[in-house]
């Protein structure tokens, strides 16, 4: 039997090095060597964030700024965002469609999904079914 289980053990203390500490380690020093300058530390990225964000505050002046407004997703296509953020831009869309803000505001939440089985994910608006809805009202 101590065959069989001396073999097993050091199967996994080796494999748990090589996965758990080796190759995370050589893929976060190719990262940094390739990509030194990208990420929340950027510069760049941390000035088109304060340009956007100032540009929206003259939008909404006294209103917080959803961050799902300011920041952009890896592929820049997710279909939802949060309601603070649907909620943001009620006042713009209801002046461009020329509808009144309390109905936009309605939509907004008849199109706010909740989380999964009440505790996963965040709250959330499809932007697409928002502006379908929108488009069916004639706004």
């Not at 039997?1 to 080796?14: D, E, K, S």
């Not at 929340?40 to 700024?65: G, H």
């Not at 831009?89 to 505001?105: E, H, T």
Request: net charge neutral.
């Amino acid at each position: 039997m101590l065959q069989q289980i001396r073999p097993a053990v050091v199967m996994i203390v080796v494999m748990t090095v090589i996965t758990g500490l080796a190759y995370p380690l050589a893929m976060t020093g190719i990262a940094q060597a390739l990509f030194p300058y990208l990420g929340p530390t950027s510069k760049a990225l941390v000035d088109r964030v304060k340009e956007d964000a100032a540009k929206l505050a003259q939008e909404n002046p006294n209103t917080p700024i959803p961050v799902d407004l300011v920041t952009t997703s890896a592929s820049g296509l997710d279909p939802d965002i949060t309601p603070a953020a649907a909620l943001f831009q009620v006042p713009r869309v209801a002046k461009a469609r020329g509808l009144a803000p309390d109905k936009l505001r309605a939509l907004v939440e008849q199109h706010t999904d909740g989380r999964l089985f009440g505790i996963i994910g965040e709250p959330h608006v499809n932007v697409l079914k928002l502006n379908l809805a929108l488009d069916a009202m004639g706004g």
